[in-house]
């Protein structure tokens, strides 16, 4: 299982890189950083799951992006009611896209970090996607800064 400790503090802002035009514009927007912020800490406020975070350092754009994709195709297809879901998923759906068109995605899919967490994300159950969604900001901050 992949684990990292973390923080409870969420960083206020993205940090990552730069803005340049090959970047994805939710990745600097204040607005998708502070919604999925948002969703994390319901999560957390409302779950008695003890934490143990699935990220590990992981430094590659495109490990992230395919750990993004698995996101949208499996965790964010909840029936829970969370704040501002739907524009986060169409701000993460374009942050995709775009990783796609940079080239990333396609060829990490059997990476063995992404297998890990895709694993440990089934092994867990229904316990996995209320976790994946209580460190959904750790995909974002990941996200703005290794892309």
């Known amino acids: ?11 206020s802002h993205p940090r990552g890189k730069q803005k340049s035009e090959h970047r ?10 502070q919604r999925i912020s948002e969703i ?15 990220f ?3 430094f ?5 992006a395919n750990i993004l994709d698995f996101y949208l195709g499996n965790v964010l297809n909840t029936e829970e009611k969370f704040p501002d879901l739907a524009t986060v998923k169409t ?7 775009d990783l796609t068109v940079k080239g990333c995605v396609s060829h990490v899919n059997d990476h063995g ?4 967490f895709k694993e440990s994300f089934h092994k867990m159950g229904k316990r996995a996607q209320t ?5 959904i900001d750790i995909l974002f901050d990941f996200l703005a800064k290794f892309c």
């Open 1 to 11: 299982m992949l684990l990292a400790g973390r923080s409870d503090s969420a960083p």
């Open 24 to 33: 994805s514009p939710p990745l600097d927007n204040h607005s998708t950083f």
């Open 40 to 54: 994390a800490k319901t999560v957390h406020f409302y779950s008695h799951i003890t934490f143990m975070y699935l």
């Open 56 to 58: 590990q350092d992981l």
């Open 60 to 64: 590659v754009c495109c490990l992230h």
């Open 91 to 97: 701000d993460l759906d374009r942050i995709s896209r």
């Open 113 to 116: 970090h992404s297998n890990k």
């Open 131 to 135: 976790k994946a969604m209580g460190e």
